[in-house]
């Protein structure tokens, strides 16, 4: 499997059976977020190694409400987008502390 990108289609290999996907975001080189049904919970998100899955290249019939989940969910923001605003960085707007200020004469 050479590129994966959002909206692709997949199958994830689990202990069990395998599953059908839809990937949402490709956060780092080996893990991407897939789209797919839990047979308890519906359709969530879940994290999983990106070895873990195969192309698929037709439809499945879990599709539609896996492409509902991905329409509905925001967007992932990636610390590259945030340019450096994590924890530890100050705010905008307060760069350094008030000057001494001298008491009136």
Known sequence: MEQLGPGDL????TAGPQIHGIVF???SASKVVVALIDRRRGPVMRTVA???????????PDDKALRQLVRRTP????????????P?????????AAMHRRAAK
């Open 50 to 60: 990106r070895t873990a899955l195969t192309e698929r290249a037709e439809p499945g």
């Open 25 to 27: 975001d490709v956060p």
């Open 75 to 86: 967007p992932a923001v990636h610390s590259a987008a945030t340019a450096g605003s994590g």
């Open 10 to 13: 997949v199958t994830v290999a």
């Open 88 to 96: 530890g960085q100050r705010r905008a707007g307060h760069t350094r």
